[in-house]
């Protein structure tokens, strides 16, 4: 038996990442919401999602519906840091482009890009760069102080970092 979860905007911001080739749509929904925007370089799937479930109904099945193999030198694996700032760039133009529903989900914004602005201190923090990822860090408590992975990142910083100093 198949299990849907009705899903509103909060959700789809909290959990963005909904794997595209399971995604099914209308294509008057697609069309209406804007479809994929072709400018963006990183985060044109997640700024899709986020459109849809601000301007539509959502649900999602649970389950495991189809396995993705991943490359080395796919976008997403390539893509860094870069694929980070894309995700930051999306929820700024979704700001901008949806003023009252950002301002009606203000926190879960503030806990979406705390929880990107950590994923970027912890990269840095792998090749052993402190000081860059304290930057990222103080971005991310700056717009959830709670944010309690950030703290953790924080305070090690200072110290030793794979063997490579700060």
């Known amino acids: 038996s198949q299990k849907y979860?009705?899903?509103?905007?909060?959700?789809?911001l909290n959990d963005p990442y909904l794997g595209t080739p399971t995604v099914i749509m209308r294509t008057d929904v697609f069309?209406?919401?804007?479809?994929?925007?072709?400018?963006?370089?990183?985060?044109?799937?997640v700024d899709l999602w986020m459109r849809v479930a601000a301007l539509h109904p959502i649900a999602r099945m649970?389950?495991?519906?189809?396995?993705?193999?991943?490359s080395?030198?796919?976008l997403t694996?390539?893509?860094?840091?870069?694929?980070?700032?894309?995700?930051l760039a999306v929820l700024e133009k979704f700001e901008?482009?949806?003023p009252d529903l950002f301002h009606n989900h203000r926190r879960a914004f503030n806990r979406a890009n705390a929880?990107?602005?950590?994923?970027?201190?912890?990269?840095?923090?792998r090749r052993g760069d402190g000081s860059?990822?304290?930057?990222?860090?103080?971005?991310?408590?700056?717009?959830?102080?709670?944010?309690?992975?950030a703290w953790y990142l924080y305070l090690r910083s200072f110290g030793p970092l794979s063997g490579r100093g700060r």
Do not use: M, W
């Open 77 to 87: 694996s390539t893509g860094g840091e870069g694929a980070d700032l894309g995700n």
């Open 96 to 98: 901008r482009q949806f």
């Open 72 to 74: 080395g030198n796919s």
């Open 31 to 45: 069309r209406k919401s804007g479809g994929f925007d072709s400018s963006l370089r990183f985060g044109e799937d």
């Open 132 to 149: 860059s990822a304290r930057l990222a860090l103080r971005e991310a408590l700056k717009r959830d102080p709670r944010h309690a992975r």
């Open 62 to 70: 649970t389950g495991v519906y189809c396995a993705v193999s991943t």
């Open 5 to 12: 979860v009705r899903n509103g905007f909060s959700e789809v």
């Open 115 to 125: 929880a990107v602005y950590t994923r970027i201190a912890s990269a840095r923090l």
